[in-house]
């Protein structure tokens, strides 16, 4: 049996993201193979998503993003939910709801975010059962909604924002027309806020 050494548990840790007695527990499994760690690591974190599947992911933060496209814009919003609101504080959980609101730029539907690729090569569901692994609670891409103009602007409003973009509650407008965007932006935002 190989030795298990802190820089080859810290090496594994590293490239999983895995807690330090579960990179312990794999590399005793798999012999100090890192590989073949990563690989039962990656069975494992399967395991555990599907048992978590079932409890209620209920706190969780919306995203939004938006970009400008020849005279109009396209924005998203997607809510992306843990089982604790302390959680959803987790730079790990924010940065992943960010990353999924700019996928959603490009997919309108919570379906096809789970299939989008990340610039990683996995998929959102990928990264999704990654994080319940690494985090150990449930957590649910729930809603996405996604609306565009030819010309105009696609303004946002984030209620109790925790980072730009990001908070407990989201609302986007969509107003089509020509003039000064800054103007129509501001309306835009005005409104969503009323409507938060």
């Known amino acids: 049996m190989a030795e298990i050494t802190a820089a080859l548990v810290m090496e594994l840790r590293a490239k999983s993201g895995v807690g330090m007695m579960d990179c312990k527990k794999a590399l005793q499994e798999t012999d100090g193979d890192i590989n073949a760690a990563i690989d039962w690591l990656r069975a494992k974190g399967l395991s555990k998503a599907a048992k978590k599947a079932d409890r209620v992911a209920a706190e969780g933060l919306v995203a939004v993003a938006s970009k400008e496209v020849g005279a109009g814009e396209v924005g998203a919003a997607i809510e992306f939910n ?104 501001e309306l835009g935002r005005k409104i969503a806020m009323h409507v938060a």
Do not use: C
Not at 106 to 119: I, K, N, W, Y
Not at 132 to 143: D, Y
């Open 82 to 185: 843990a089982e604790t609101d302390f959680v959803a504080r987790n730079e790990l959980f924010q940065n992943a709801a960010k990353k999924f609101a700019e996928l959603g730029l490009e997919h309108a539907s919570v379906e096809g975010l789970h299939g989008a690729e990340l610039e990683t090569g996995k998929t959102v569901q990928d990264e999704v059962t990654q994080l319940i692994a690494t985090v150990g609670e449930n957590m649910q891409l729930r809603r996405a909604a996604r609306l565009s103009v030819d010309e105009g602007v696609v303004a946002s409003y984030v209620h109790n924002a925790v980072s730009p973009g990001l908070g407990r509650i989201g609302v986007l407008v969509a107003l089509h027309g020509g003039g000064d965007k800054a103007a129509l932006r």
